[in-house]
């Protein structure tokens, strides 16, 4: 493989690799974006439903003889596209109320985890534990979240990146065949040059090819130019003939 050809596929390789590790990066960066609205909003939602159901514990209600418990987590579940399903637990995990947003759907049946947002394919989890003024349980609130949509935008995204991509690809096509033929008009010439020393070498005489129109720089083509007399000068020395002996002079 030639010189010019290697470069070539290194650039290549470079301009590749640098697309699409810009185009990995922004595909990361628009999918932690929506998750931490997601996650916002998720717990936005929570705090609110867990204050309400929190000041019925209070006053010493039970979650079980809550009334309007249905319309607490109807009004909270409304406030959300995203939220598939709100519900409240006694802290063995069983089922007190729950609410869907989609009709059909079913209420989660997941072991009770209280802490952070979980996150899997298809849902993000929330469970919320609930205590009482005397810090004991007294059941939990689960709130799941719907990834459908926003796995949507996420595939969406990725297919408009890997789109702008490729235009980006096609559209510098013509920048990379114009470099590639400058750099093989400058290899042509360092490639005569070295081609005559090697002729120089062998005393034989100059093919005089060094394709001045492949010079691109005023530097080059005086560098040409003083290896030309350089080479004209060693020419001229060598088919000069030698002196011959004096007949005075004896062999030794």
Known sequence: MSLTAKIALAIILIFVAALGMTTMLNYMRFEQTLRTVLTQRI??????????????????????????????????????????????????????????????????????????????????????????????????????ADLSVMNGRLESALAEMMKSAGIGMVAVLPILCLLLWLMNRRHRVFVSLNNDVKRAILGQNSTDDFHDRDLLTESEIEMVALYRDIRKNLRDGTSSDAPSPTNNEKPQ
Do not use: H, Y
């Open 43 to 144: 717990n936005v939602i929570a705090n609110e439903t867990a204050q309400d159901l929190r000041a019925a514990i209070d006053i010493g209600l039970r979650l079980e003889n809550m009334e309007n418990l249905d319309g607490i987590l109807m009004r909270r579940l409304g406030m959300s596209d995203e939220i598939a399903e709100m519900s409240v637990r006694d802290c063995t995990g069983n089922l007190i109320s729950g609410e869907l947003s989609k009709q059909g759907a079913t209420v989660s049946t997941m072991p009770v985890q209280t802490g952070g947002i979980q996150f899997n394919d298809a849902i993000a989890l929330l469970d919320t534990k609930l205590e009482d003024s005397l810090g004991k349980c007294a059941g939990s609130l689960r709130l799941t």
